[in-house]
């Protein structure tokens, strides 16, 4: 697989050069964007590790130059802390996933290696997810569901033989994407009480393991089963707008839900408040809240508090866990 990385750290690119390289990847790599676009041109690859701030053109700007030009190669950005906003313009432009710094080098191998191997899912809404492992459970051949979405799966699970849900969630792990065909025939062998109960379930564990889903609907009862279960999640949405009225609370959400737990000190460094009183204060209002909590190792999230911090995070990303379209 061959991959490009582009960053104007030059002490990074020798690094990640030399890692990538003992990982058995092909290497190259640029300090400037035009550079990058310049070699995307002349070169395929599989992968381009793309930092977004650079001092000639930005990496918004090497993914649209890109595109005019109509390369094709798949985009890992890599942002900095606080620079959500720009990861969002870059999935929306097309990169498939993106990584904060610093990060773990077995994670950026496993991200480059499933982002390399994967073909890109056609409707513009798939674009949301991080590509991830793909899992098919379907009562049609695994083939027609591939051929349909133009893709490749990693695994099938076929409801013929399996018509339990819940038994999928063990093929599931974080950035997976599940696509399902055949709520209707589940409708029929298990009956519409115990499939509510199975996706339910099944939800759930996806928003735990920050995977996503996606539901084929071929016929209207499907649907209808579906905007009933997805009524029942809009309630926390509701809630955290509420709460996150504040930009300062978004983004020490945010933070926490990245980093685990944070001091005072270092929240201060990453927030830019004009006086301690105002962060003070926010905190305050997040821990009254029973959000966030303070303990002898600094600010972390409650359990409700990473719940509506994973949904803030998927708001802002456009990053639903649950997508479904329909055939009929």
Do not use: W
Request: hydrophobic share 40%; glycine share 6%; charged share 35%.
């Amino acid at each position: 697989m061959r991959v490009l990385v582009v960053d104007d750290n030059t002490t990074f690119l020798m690094q990640m050069k030399k890692f990538l390289l003992l990982k058995g990847f092909e290497v190259d790599t640029s300090a400037r964007g035009k550079e990058a676009v310049e070699k995307l041109q002349r070169k395929r690859y599989d992968v381009v590790l793309l930092d977004l701030k650079m001092p000639d053109i930005s990496g918004l700007e090497v993914i649209k130059e890109v595109k005019k030009k109509g390369v094709k190669t798949n985009f890992i950005v890599v942002t900095g802390y606080g620079e959500v906003e720009s990861a969002v313009e870059a999935m929306k432009l097309g990169a498939v996933d993106y990584i904060q710094k610093p990060f773990d080098g077995e994670n950026i191998v496993k991200i480059i290696e499933r982002a390399g191997k994967r073909k890109s899912l056609p409707s513009p809404e798939y674009h949301a997810f991080g590509m991830g492992k793909v899992v098919i459970a379907s009562y049609e051949p695994k083939e027609n569901i591939e051929k349909e979405l133009d893709l490749i799966a990693d695994e099938y699970i076929d409801l013929k033989k399996d018509h339990e849900l819940s038994r999928i969630i063990d093929k599931i792990d974080a950035d997976s994407t599940l696509i399902i065909s055949g709520i209707s025939f589940l409708l029929k062998m298990l009956g519409e009480g115990k499939v509510k109960r199975e996706m339910r379930k099944l939800l759930q564990e996806i928003e735990k393991r920050e995977a996503n889903v996606v539901i084929i609907c071929g016929m209207e009862e499907e649907k209808k089963l579906l905007d009933e279960l997805c009524a029942e999640e809009d309630t926390g949405i509701e809630e955290m707008l509420e709460i996150c009225k504040s930009p300062i609370r978004r983004k020490l959400l945010h933070l926490l839900r990245m980093h685990g737990t944070l001091g005072y000190s270092e929240i201060m460094k990453e927030i830019d408040v004009e006086y301690s009183s105002k962060l003070a204060f926010h905190l305050k209002k997040l821990c009254n809240l029973k959000l966030v909590e303070k303990t002898k190792d600094g600010y972390v999230l409650t359990p409700h508090g990473q719940h509506l911090a994973n949904i803030l995070d998927a708001f802002i990303m456009k990053k639903k866990r649950i997508i479904y379209f329909c055939k009929f």
